[in-house]
């Protein structure tokens, strides 16, 4: 919500101080804006921030990377957010792993504003799993390690750790 | 360190489970260490080494960047598991003292770089030569850890377990076997170097994780 956007401005380097708000059950955060209503839901408001931030490279630069980028904010909103109970972080994670195996980013080569929405999303879900979960979901291992270490991400959000040396035996 | 042989079917599979939870050779971002693995490879890893598959066609997206990404590029026994004892050139079936020049060969006059190269893989040779692996001896032992009930975190439980690192200790796999009353034991193998790790010493730290564990049994002690 509203601290994942303030997050998310300090993390593309943007000094705005916007206010935001939230709006109903599923407190759907909202941007107030000096001119209208505001502008309503996460996915908005974030592909709003990087415009302004001037880093339209994060929502994809080719047709197809954006409509990639485009699958995943979704994914973040409607599977990663809605998920309730174990059965769900188990299909989300198997999905994700599978996706990964042979990308570096969700997008493929390159860091998009996806990897940071599905990392915020991901980070309770992450911190919780056993060192067992997280060798069976090698990859998505690999990829959140990558963007927890990237630059002004993180920030205050704690650090998984992941230990180098595979404690328990493959399973392909 | 290294890879061992990159143009064997042996030197990708050390680099595939090297990259199986990395990104890049070095650190997070591409680097002059991903370019000077990259070079060393000559066709795309195999589908099933998928690790190293991803990896190759990542940096290949690089390309046209390669000498602007940071770093410099050291030789490539400089990287990869910091275990693995660099076996290039020193393998026991080498038939050609051709690997000993594999850098030397590749350019027009041999570079300081390759002869440093060159040098420290003939002394890793003799010094491999001389000293040969004593044999060590090694138990598979089977533990049975009980926790104090059925509302006991067996998650947890596990993880405490396998937090234990000591030389000479590998753990392997692991399952819950119910023994009645809802309660389920945690039956986990590992493999021991008998004059490094004994039993007694198991149970201590076991035991040790008071919270969880109630008691811990041998179930199974093999000799390797």
Excluded at chain 1, 67 to 76: C, K
Aim: proline share 4%; charged share 30%.
């Amino acid at each position: 919500g509203p601290q994942e956007l303030a997050l998310l401005e300090r993390s593309l380097g943007l000094q705005e101080g916007n206010k935001y708000g939230v709006q109903g059950e599923r407190k759907i955060p909202v941007l107030q804006t000096n001119n209208g209503p505001g502008l309503i839901g996460l996915v908005t408001i974030a592909a709003h921030l990087v415009k302004r931030a001037k880093k339209e490279q994060l929502l994809g630069s080719t047709a197809e990377e954006k409509a990639v980028v485009q699958q995943w904010l979704e994914y973040r909103v409607t599977r990663v957010d809605g998920c309730s109970g174990k059965e769900d972080t188990r299909i989300i994670l198997k999905d994700l792993n599978m996706y990964l195996e042979d990308k570096v980013y969700l997008a493929g080569n390159n860091f998009t504003l996806a990897d940071i929405l599905m990392y915020y999303g991901l980070h309770p879900i992450m911190a919780d799993l056993t060192v067992q979960e997280k060798e069976k979901y090698l990859n998505v291992s690999r990829w959140f390690n990558h963007i927890q270490h990237y630059p002004s991400v993180r920030q205050h959000l704690s650090n998984v750790i992941f230990i180098k040396n595979r404690l328990y035996t493959n399973a392909h | 360190m290294g890879f061992g042989d990159l143009k064997s079917a042996a030197g990708l599979q050390v680099l595939n489970d090297f990259l199986a939870d990395r990104s890049y050779i070095e650190g997070y971002v591409p680097s002059q260490a991903d370019i000077a693995v990259f070079e060393a490879i000559v066709a795309p890893p195999p589908a099933e080494l998928c690790h190293a598959l991803r990896w190759y066609n990542h940096i290949k997206s690089y390309e046209k960047q390669k000498t602007s990404l940071p770093g410099v590029k050291k030789a490539l026994g400089k990287y990869g598991p910091a275990d693995l004892e660099d076996t290039t050139g020193a393998a026991t079936d080498s038939k050609d003292d051709d690997d000993i020049d594999l850098f030397g060969s590749d350019d027009e006059e041999e570079s300081e770089e390759a002869k440093k190269l060159r040098e420290e893989r003939l002394a890793q040779y003799e010094s491999k030569k001389s000293k040969k692996p004593a044999v060590v001896a090694k138990s598979s032992i089977l533990l049975d850890v009980k926790p104090w009930d059925d509302e006991t975190d067996m998650a947890k439980l596990e993880e405490c377990v396998r937090s234990i690192q000591v030389d000479g200790l590998v753990w392997g796999s692991s399952k819950l076997v119910p023994v009645g009353y809802g309660i389920k034991k945690l039956q986990i193998q590992c493999v021991v170097e008998d004059d490094k790790v004994g039993t007694d010493m198991l149970e201590e730290r076991i035991t040790a994780f008071e919270d969880y564990v109630q008691s811990m049994d041998v179930a199974a002690f093999n000799k390797i």
